[in-house]
């Protein structure tokens, strides 16, 4: 037994002492060169198909569209570079998170990535993105553990589930007035890590958890699971996934009697999507989301979304990854410089430093990065379905 | 092919342990009164008797009468299209010992093309009109559809590789199955599609009547989409007809393809095929018509049950067949593939035990895929015939 | 007048050339039969007839058409049906089955007929109409395999070795029903056997094949003297 302790001490300095030296070795550290004329090439991934997600990720790809429209060129140093997107499915799960991330840090030429797109995803890429020093910035993974993993790769512009979290938490003890909540998640990284932060925050508001439980995504008959949240005469139900199986427990909702119970979702079941797949069922859910800021310049922006697209966002996410492709741009504009033999150099860290700390007024509101990868801080709105669309709610009371 | 159950001592030589032997009752209607009796004695156990140990006074038990008999009745709604799937193995699996994972893509392509068929049918006002004939159809449309697609994949994937080691269509099979759901879904999308929600109104005045807006309406009650508070064993439960008619469809189809299978001359014909091609070809029997046919029966079981579960559960995608598809095999497993009353009883034991199971057991139902696969080990290990007893290993290619 | 003709066939199993060049005729209201030592090709030639391993040089004529590359079913509804070598009655259905299978593609109105003729020579047979036939005897299944075959009712019968494995009663009333067969119902037959006494004893011509190539051939009964035959196929 002693042994064994010694052993693994041992190992845990060696591991410690080694480390730093390892990193020494390395002093200037993972860096992108381009040869004048060539294209400087930004990662992007997200889920492009897949049931009820695509829609998401398209949509969070459009964002990024557009914000290259207004900047289809980077200059640094008076050379100006074009700006070439490689667009890759990241689906939304772990593996698909880590295919994506190992294709990406193995193509030394992506100078930084925008997405991916869901936690799970997001989650299973950051260590492999950490270890190649590079940086990405997510317009959509919300799961609050992102951000206190100490992942050195992954930021965001939409404000994490800890801040949804507790506003949901917040909203279903205080304005709806529920303390007997069943919770279901769909176990994805997003799904459960906002469940237990919601939980976390209702319990400490007084609130008692009638049941939890989980979904598998693409299953389609939830009744079994709606019985036994029945038998704990729940008042109020809580979903944290997407729409596809949202839809599904809204509307099987009626075939176990639990029809009175409200229906509470996030920002996974927000969206047009949902009263298409759910129909009238849907008629009376609540969801909460990270509020778009709202101002002319957000309107216009609508308004080119349309006009560019034919039709109206699916999702707010888009705003936020125009968002996410300025500040990447910003980022690469105001590190890089070109060196002895004209070609542009931009050093992964400092590239990560300076995100890290960027700070300017971004689409959805003042984008601020707070060092850990945090970079949005929208508030929270509360929004139910009235006649077939989410209208947001004014909230009476919130704070005490 | 029920009666193969009492030819062969099926495990008797290598008994590994004493504890769950009941598993081994070798006649397959004995075995599944057993099994029902095991369930029905464990959730009298835990709703009667082991709550009086821990329940406070006045506190009701989180697992009662009311939530078994439902989940009982979803989970025999759900395991009537598990069977329908299933028995689209079983066919194929009886005569070319192979195992079609397109399949599900098979159902999904039904459902989808039922899709398109009801919803033209909503849009020009027949849906409304004509609301059993305009299901009817929709079913033959969906039907159709499944067994042109089971047609070309047999006819493009499985019929050049007859007689090829049997990993090769194995693999063959799950590249039709990717190269179907990326098909559909380069067509179609990936956003779900829905079906309308339709109600059918039978036994008008049955029911009574009620007075609204000054006349009387008689509505009967809505087979597909309505539900109903009802008495059920003393217990107030809500029920769907439609649970039930996806049953008595199921029930009614499979008893179809039994009739089929005994007593037609292309039923036999399958039969003699499934076991001796040769022989059966120097009969005069056509070998190769009768695989496409058995592909074509399966095939417009999985449609018919594609839209049974449309109508059910209204979502449809490109990858809906993944699910049901796994669990409709696995319940092929469980009841004896190449057995067709094996698919049809594996397929509402599944339904029923995912739907059961979690909750008797006090585990979340989060769990009910654990359940089904665990189930599945369970059989592979003390019942490796499944329920009506077909070994297979010991088949000849 | 020839029904038959079997014009210098070569047959392989991948490299194993197993017939090597075989000629044969059956004429109308015939029994031919084949003998010869085990292994020497009689299963092949027929199964080259009936197309299931059909020849890859010469040609096999029914009448006056080629059926040498037709399919085994198709081979069927021409006419020529076999009753192959080891039972091979289907175990899964019933006896009753069974014999509806050995009439599949005829058309005509006598099957119920023929049936009850079966079950009238085979009375044990009739006892067991319901039963599966993977359940009864090896003897059983055999005479049930010859009931099979007397329900094709095709132009030409290749039968397989009927009466193997059968005790010296059910041998001989095989044998009867193959001459019934012949007289009554004017069924061409090719007969391959072991029992080669037996067979010379029902037939009108008999060949004699050795390793894939007919050695001798002519009338049974010049057969059945000839000294070499008596040797090697008749036991001494
Ligand atoms: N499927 C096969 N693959 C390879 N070789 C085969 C096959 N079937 C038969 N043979 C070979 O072809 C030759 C002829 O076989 P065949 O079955 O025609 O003999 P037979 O005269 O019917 O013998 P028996 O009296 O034993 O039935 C034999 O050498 C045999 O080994
Ligand atoms: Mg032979």
């Not at chain 1, 200059?75 to 295919?99: H, I, R, Y």
């Not at chain 2, 035990?353 to 189930?375: I, R």
């Not at chain 3, 003729?117 to 085979?122: A, I």
């Amino acid at each position: 037994m002693r042994k064994m302790i010694l052993l693994i001490c041992v190992l845990a300095l060696a591991t410690v002492g080694i480390a730093p030296l390892a990193a020494q070795d390395d002093m200037m550290g993972p860096s992108v060169m381009l040869a004048p004329g060539e294209d400087l090439v930004i990662g992007f991934g997200a889920a492009l198909t897949g049931e009820g997600l695509a829609p998401f990720g398209i949509d969070i790809r459009r964002g990024v569209e557009l914000a290259l429209e207004d900047r289809p060129t980077v200059t640094v140093d008076d050379v100006e570079f074009n700006v070439a997107l490689d667009v890759q499915d990241s689906m939304c799960s772990p593996e698909g998170g880590q295919t994506v991330a190992n294709r990406f840090v193995s193509d030394d030429s992506i100078v930084g990535v925008i997405g991916l797109m869901c936690s799970s995803a997001a989650e299973a890429a950051a260590p492999i993105f950490d270890e190649a020093g590079f940086s990405t910035i997510s317009a959509s993974a919300t799961a609050a553990s992102l951000t206190t993993s100490d992942f050195t790769s992954f930021n965001r512009t939409v404000p994490t589930d800890a801040a949804q979290g507790l506003a949901a938490a917040d909203i279903i003890v205080n304005v709806l007035g529920a303390t007997n909540v069943a919770f279901i998640d769909d176990g994805s990284a997003y799904g459960t890590g906002l469940v237990d932060v919601i939980i976390d925050a209702y319990e400490e508001l007084g609130g008692t958890v009638a049941i939890r439980d989980a979904v598998t995504v693409g299953d389609t008959d939830f009744r079994a699971l709606l019985e036994d949240i029945s038998a704990t005469d729940p008042d109020l139900i809580y979903f944290a996934g997407f729409n596809a199986e949202g839809a599904r427990l809204i509307e099987q909702r009626f075939d176990v009697g639990l029809e009175d119970v409200p229906f509470m979702g996030a920002d996974g079941i927000y969206g047009s999507e949902l009263v298409d797949l759910a129909g009238d069922f849907a008629e009376g859910v609540y969801a909460t989301r990270p509020i778009p800021a709202s101002s002319d310049e957000l309107d216009a922006f609508a308004e080119r979304y349309i006009e560019t697209f034919g039709e109206e966002p699916p999702s707010a996410f888009n705003t936020n990854s125009y968002d996410a492709t300025n500040l990447m741009l910003d980022a690469i504009e105001a590190v890089g410089y070109i060196d002895d033999q004209g070609d542009l150099v931009i050093e992964r860290e400092t590239l990560s430093e300076f995100i890290r700390s960027a700070s300017f007024d971004g689409l959805t509101g003042v984008i601020e990065c707070d060092g850990t990868g945090e970079c949005s801080s929208a508030d929270i709105g509360f929004y139910q379905i009235t006649d077939g669309a989410f209208v947001q709610q004014e909230l009476e009371m919130m704070e005490e | 092919m029920q009666e193969t159950t009492d030819s062969g001592p099926s495990g008797s030589k290598s008994r590994p342990k004493r504890a769950l032997s009941f598993l081994r009752v070798q006649n397959a209607y004995a075995f599944i009164g057993l099994v029902l009796i095991v369930i029905f004695a464990w959730v009298f156990f835990v709703i009667e008797i082991e709550p009086q140990f821990y329940l406070q006074e006045g506190e009701r038990a989180r697992y009662a009468w009311d939530t078994f008999i439902s989940q009982f009745i979803i989970g025999l709604a759900q395991g009537s299209i598990y069977a329908l799937i299933a028995l689209g193995y079983t066919l194929v699996y009886g005569i070319l010992f192979m195992i079609n994972f397109a399949h599900g893509e098979v159902f999904m392509a039904g459902a989808y093309i039922g899709f398109f068929a009801i919803n033209a049918a909503e849009q020009s006002g027949f849906l409304e009109s004509q609301t059993a004939l305009a299901i009817l159809l929709t079913m033959g449309v969906a039907v159709m559809g499944s067994v042109i697609v089971a047609i070309l994949l047999e006819r493009i994937a499985y019929r050049p590789l007859r007689g090829a080691p049997r990993l090769v269509p194995l693999i063959t099979a799950i590249g039709a199955s990717i190269t179907l759901q990326q098909l559909f879904l380069r067509l179609f999308g990936s956003s779900p599609r829905t079906y309308p929600r339709i109600s059918l109104f039978v036994g008008q005045g049955m029911w009574g009547c009620e007075p609204v807006d000054g006349t009387t309406v008689c509505e009967g009650i809505d087979l597909i989409s309505k539900s109903y508070d009802v008495l059920i064993f003393n217990q107030e439960v809500r029920i769907r007809p439609f649970f039930f008619v996806i049953l008595f469809v199921s029930l009614l189809l499979m008893s179809a393809l039994w009739f089929f299978i005994q007593r037609t001359k292309t039923g036999k014909a399958m039969r003699a095929v499934a076991e001796d091609k040769d022989t059966a070809s120097l009969m005069g029997i056509n070998v190769d018509r009768t695989i496409v046919i058995t592909f074509m029966l399966g095939a417009a079981l999985a449609g018919a049950g594609a839209v049974l579960f449309a109508l059910y559960n209204r979502q449809v995608t490109p990858f809906m067949g993944f699910i049901p598809g796994i669990k409709a095999f696995t319940a092929a497993v469980l009841g004896g593939i190449g057995n067709v009353p094996g698919a049809m009883f594996g397929g509402l034991f599944l339904g029923v035990a995912e739907s059961v199971f979690p909750s008797a057991l006090g585990l979340p139902n989060q769990l009910k895929d654990v359940v089904a696969f665990g189930l599945l080990i369970v059989f592979m290990i003390f019942r490796p015939t499944g329920i009506f007893g077909e070994v297979l290993s010991e088949k000849k290619a | 007048m020839s029904l038959l003709t079997v014009n210098d066939i070569h047959t392989y199993y991948g490299n194993i050339h197993a017939l090597k060049g075989i000629s044969l005729h059956v004429n109308e209201g015939e029994i031919v039969t084949l003998i010869g030592g085990n292994g020497a090709g009689k299963t092949t030639t027929l199964n080259t007839i009936s197309g299931i391993t059909p020849a890859t040089e010469g040609q096999v004529t029914l009448a006056e058409q080629d059926i040498t590359t037709m399919a085994p079913h198709n081979i069927v509804r021409a006419g020529v049906v076999q009753s192959p070598e080891g039972r091979k009655v289907f175990t899964r259905l019933t006896v009753r089955e069974n014999l509806e299978m050995g009439a599949f593609t005829r058309t005509d109105g006598g099957i119920e007929r023929d049936l009850e003729d079966v079950f009238k020579r085979f009375p044990r047979l009739k006892e067991r109409e319901n039963q599966l036939s993977g359940t009864m005897s090896g003897g059983e299944q055999q005479m049930l395999a010859m009931g099979r075959a007397l329900m094709a009712k095709p132009r030409i019968l290749l039968l397989d070795e009927p009466s193997m494995g059968l005790a010296p009663l059910l041998v001989k009333q095989v044998f009867e029903a193959i001459e019934y067969l012949n007289r009554q119902n004017g069924t061409t037959i090719l007969l391959v056997e072991q029992n080669a006494r037996m067979a010379l004893e029902v037939a009108n011509r008999g060949y004699v094949l050795q390793s894939g190539r007919i050695t001798h051939d002519g009338p049974a009964k010049e057969l059945q003297n000839d000294k070499a035959i008596i040797e090697a196929y008749l036991g001494g």
